[in-house]
């Protein structure tokens, strides 16, 4: 018995069909003006199929909390300068009321309306069963393509799956597809590089990953808590205090030897903001690498040399999790330094695939962010995925075959 993804192959003849098409138009947002508009641009291939196939789109997103205005407005006019031909119109009126109804049922082929911010109703976090049927009234089918949402329990995500046919659009069809092949057959050897702040939420895709990969590199605050919980000495440096038990779990992890620490860091006060700074090599016993207020603010050179190497030999990249502390300079280094290598390996040699939002930042800054192979649009939805769970996005999108 094997699982298998819906996708938009599955759905048959869409003409006429109104479609409820879950995106993650999430921008960052600096007051109206959109920042970054990535998220609205990996949507746009799965809502121009739909619109090809002669379908009527019902386009629905959130907005995070506190964002800017707390509507769609932005995203939807980026949308519509980007899509180009007829733009899609912003629809005001509450769901639930009988006018929206009438709206969509209404819509000609081909035409594009979006719901207003989706967290505005209470019923949608709570994941209310009585929303999402209402939700689900206005279309006949349901396309999710919101990978970045999957792993929230939301009503726009999970329960209205239970009131249309669904299945994944073309982005969240990718996702899976390349995260599953990293999973369960990747191209050996693998090496997976992770970091950044969160080891309770990391631990468990440290864990599965290492069962497949050759090595898994650790830095920045994964590594410190590592060491905190190990005995040395980090001085002011950023852990994860309550992870105790879960880096235990790690410790015995790495008498297996797949799970690697940095040989090497650099540590300064972070009040100094990047003024002095020093090299400390790290010990296999425990030891003090410094002493408040000094902090181990980034992977050093011989660390950078070794990950480097090890990145060489691999046929796979994994990557989430700055290696040190991204927003001062020069502790940005260990984490632009090793993206480089990735983004010089990937497209050819090794596949690559690098995700969260950090890291993106930290990709970026190399300005060679087109060669990695597979960029994740969704952070937690992706460690969520790697680190084994059922995404409750996912779930309804399988339909068990033969
Ligand atoms: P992502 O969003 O890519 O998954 P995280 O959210 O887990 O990454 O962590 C990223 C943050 O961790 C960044 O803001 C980075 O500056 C910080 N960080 C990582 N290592 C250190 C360190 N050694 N000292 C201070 N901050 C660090
Ligand atoms: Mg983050």
Redesign the pocket.
Same mark, same amino acid.
Do not use: Y
């Given at each position: 018995m094997s699982m298998q993804l819906r996708t938009l192959a599955h759905l048959g003849d869409s003409r006429g069909k109104r479609v409820l098409l879950r995106v993650d138009w999430n921008v960052p947002m600096e007051r109206s003006r959109i920042v970054d508009d990535t998220k609205i641009r990996l949507s746009l291939p799965t809502l121009a199929a739909l619109r090809a196939s002669g379908a009527a789109v019902i386009v629905v997103s959130h907005l995070r909390e506190g964002a800017t205005g707390d509507t769609l407005a932005p995203a939807v006019r980026a949308a519509g300068r980007l899509l180009g031909g007829r733009r899609p119109t912003l629809v005001r009126t509450a769901v639930g009321s009988p006018t929206l109804l009438r709206v969509c049922r209404a819509l000609r082929p081909g035409a594009v309306l979006v719901l207003e911010n989706i967290r505005r109703y209470p019923g949608e976090e709570r994941n209310e069963r009585a929303f999402a049927r209402t939700l689900a009234a206005l279309a006949d089918v349901y396309v999710n393509d919101a990978f970045a949402a999957c792993h929230r329990r939301h009503a726009s995500v999970a329960a209205v799956a239970d009131y249309l046919p669904a299945v994944a659009g073309l982005l969240l069809q990718r996702e899976v597809e390349v995260l599953q092949r990293v999973l369960e057959q990747p191209a050996h050897p693998m090496i997976a590089l992770m970091?950044? %702040?969160?080891i309770a939420t990391k631990a468990p895709v440290i864990d599965r990953l290492r069962r497949s990969a050759s090595a898994v590199l650790l830095g920045?605050?994964l590594a !410190?808590t590592v060491w905190a919980v190990r005995g040395y000495g980090i001085g002011a440096?950023?852990v994860d205090s309550d992870a105790a038990p879960v880096v235990r779990q790690l410790l015995r992890a790495r008498r297996h030897g797949a799970v690697r620490m940095p040989v090497d860091v650099v540590v300064g006060d972070p009040s100094a903001r990047g003024r002095g700074h020093r090299v400390v090599p790290v010990g296999p016993r425990p030891h003090v690498i410094c002493e408040r207020p000094e %902090?181990?603010?980034?992977i050093g050179p011989a660390t950078i040399r070794a990950y480097s190497a090890e990145l060489r030999t691999a046929a796979t990249m994994v990557w !989430? @999790?700055?290696m040190?502390?991204?927003?001062c300079s020069p502790f940005h280094y260990g984490s632009v330094m090793l993206a480089r290598v990735i983004a010089s390996r990937a497209s050819g040699r090794a596949f690559g695939v690098v995700g969260? @939002?950090?890291?993106l930042a930290a990709l970026q800054q190399t300005q060679m962010a087109q060669y990695i192979d597979h960029v994740s649009s969704g @952070?937690g939805a992706m460690l969520a995925f790697l680190g084994g769970e059922a995404l409750p996005g996912l779930l309804p999108l399988y339909r068990t075959g033969a």
């Open positions: 970091g950044g %702040a969160k920045g605050g !410190n440096s950023l %902090a181990v603010l980034d !989430n @999790g700055p040190g502390w991204l927003e969260g @939002g950090e890291t @952070g």
